[in-house]
C-alpha cells in the first residue's frame, strides 16, 4: 500500500517530482502544525494512501507539506489556506480542493488516480453522496468543523487574503496591529472557503470580516480590537512572541 512522504525541502520536493514517471497521480497535501482541520486531512489521507497499491509503473505517489515552512512551494500552488490538496500529473496542476471535505478530497482523487472508466462511478457515487447529505446535518458539521477552526491556534484571524497579501483594507490593518504587537496567530483565508466565509457569519453570530478569535471566543472585527487595545494596551501581550518565549524558558 502507499504511504505519504512527508516534504521538508524544496530539493526533495524537485527530487520527489523528477523520481516518478509523467503518468503518476502526485497527491500533494498543504498543512500547517497549528490547523487542527490539517490533522483531520492527515487521517483521511493516510486512510486513502492504504486503498492504493504501489504499482509498476507507479499509478500514485502521497505527499505532504508543510505551507508555513516551505512557502516557496506554497506561493508557486497558490495555496492561501490549510489544509490544501493539490493533485498534480506530469508536473501540471490537474485539480485542488481546499477543506478537509472527505467527500471532495475521496473523489478528486479517485477521478483522476484510476484514469479509466471505473473512475467516474466512483467520483458520480461521492457526488451523490454529498448532495444526499441532510441540511441539518451537513450544518452540524460544518459548525463542528468551524468550531475546530476557531480553537486552531490561541490567535486565530480570519481575514479576506492572507498577512502577506491582504484583499482588504481592514484586513491589512488588523495583520499591522498583530504585527506591531508581535502576535503569534493563525490565519483562514476565508476568500478560499465559501463554506467557511457564510458559516462563519452564522456561526459567530457577526456578519463581517476580518474577525479575531482569541482562545476559541470571538473577540470582534478591527474596530472591536482597537477598542480593546485603547482600554488595555496589555490586551494581547499574553500572546505576543517574547510571552511565548519567556514561557519555554
Same mark, same amino acid.
Given at each position: 500500500?502507499?504511504?505519504?512522504?512527508?516534504?521538508?525541502?524544496?530539493?526533495?520536493?524537485?527530487?520527489?517530482?523528477?523520481?516518478?514517471?509523467?503518468?503518476?497521480?502526485?497527491?500533494?497535501?498543504?498543512?500547517?502544525?497549528?490547523?487542527?482541520?490539517?490533522?483531520?486531512?492527515?487521517?483521511?489521507?493516510?486512510?486513502?494512501?492504504?486503498?492504493?497499491?504501489?504499482?509498476?509503473?507507479?499509478?500514485?505517489?502521497?505527499?505532504?507539506?508543510?505551507?508555513?515552512?516551505?512557502?516557496?512551494?506554497?506561493?508557486?500552488?497558490?495555496?492561501?489556506?490549510?489544509?490544501?490538496?493539490?493533485?498534480?500529473?506530469?508536473?501540471?496542476?490537474?485539480?485542488?480542493?481546499?477543506?478537509?471535505?472527505?467527500?471532495?478530497?475521496?473523489?478528486? *482523487?479517485? @477521478?483522476?488516480?484510476? =484514469?479509466?472508466? $471505473?473512475?467516474?462511478? &466512483? %467520483?458520480?457515487?461521492?457526488? #451523490?453522496?454529498?448532495?444526499?447529505?441532510?441540511?441539518?446535518?451537513?450544518?452540524?458539521?460544518?459548525?463542528?468543523?468551524?468550531?475546530?477552526?476557531?480553537?486552531?491556534?490561541?490567535?486565530?484571524?480570519?481575514?479576506?487574503?492572507?498577512?502577506?497579501?491582504?484583499?482588504?483594507?481592514?484586513?491589512?490593518?488588523?495583520?499591522?496591529?498583530?504585527?506591531?504587537?508581535?502576535?503569534?496567530?493563525?490565519?483562514?483565508?476565508?476568500?478560499?472557503?465559501?463554506?467557511?466565509?457564510?458559516?462563519?457569519?452564522?456561526?459567530?453570530?457577526?456578519?463581517?470580516?476580518?474577525?479575531?478569535?482569541?482562545?476559541?471566543?470571538?473577540?470582534?472585527?478591527?474596530? *472591536?480590537? @482597537?477598542?480593546?487595545? =485603547?482600554?488595555? $494596551?496589555?490586551?494581547? &501581550? %499574553?500572546?505576543?512572541?517574547? #510571552?511565548?518565549?519567556?514561557?519555554?524558558?
Amino acid at each position: 500500500m502507499s504511504t505519504i512522504t512527508e516534504v521538508t525541502s524544496p530539493e526533495q520536493w524537485q527530487q520527489l517530482l523528477g523520481s516518478v514517471p509523467a503518468s503518476t497521480l502526485v497527491v500533494t497535501s498543504f498543512h500547517a502544525p497549528w490547523a487542527a482541520p490539517c490533522a483531520q486531512m492527515a487521517t483521511i489521507l493516510s486512510t486513502l494512501a492504504a486503498e492504493y497499491p504501489v504499482s509498476e509503473p507507479l499509478a500514485t505517489k502521497w505527499a505532504s507539506i508543510n505551507a508555513e515552512e516551505l512557502s516557496d512551494i506554497s506561493e508557486e500552488y497558490d495555496v492561501t489556506a490549510v489544509p490544501f490538496l493539490v493533485l498534480l500529473r506530469g508536473g501540471k496542476v490537474v485539480e485542488t480542493v481546499s477543506g478537509s471535505n472527505a467527500v471532495k478530497v475521496r473523489a478528486a *482523487i479517485e @477521478k483522476h488516480a484510476a =484514469g479509466d472508466a $471505473a473512475a467516474a462511478p &466512483k %467520483a458520480a457515487e461521492a457526488e #451523490a453522496e454529498k448532495a444526499d447529505v441532510d441540511p441539518a446535518v451537513a450544518k452540524e458539521e460544518l459548525f463542528k468543523r468551524l468550531g475546530d477552526l476557531v480553537k486552531a491556534a490561541p490567535v486565530m484571524l480570519f481575514m479576506k487574503g492572507t498577512p502577506s497579501s491582504p484583499q482588504c483594507g481592514f484586513s491589512r490593518q488588523l495583520v499591522a496591529i498583530l504585527r506591531e504587537n508581535s502576535v503569534k496567530y493563525g490565519f483562514f483565508n476565508i476568500l478560499a472557503d465559501d463554506e467557511v466565509r457564510q458559516g462563519l457569519k452564522e456561526y459567530a453570530e457577526w456578519p463581517t470580516f476580518p474577525q479575531l478569535w482569541v482562545d476559541g471566543e470571538l473577540v470582534g472585527g478591527l474596530d *472591536i480590537v @482597537k477598542e480593546e487595545l =485603547g482600554n488595555d $494596551a496589555d490586551f494581547l &501581550k %499574553a500572546y505576543s512572541v517574547s #510571552a511565548a518565549a519567556d514561557a519555554a524558558a
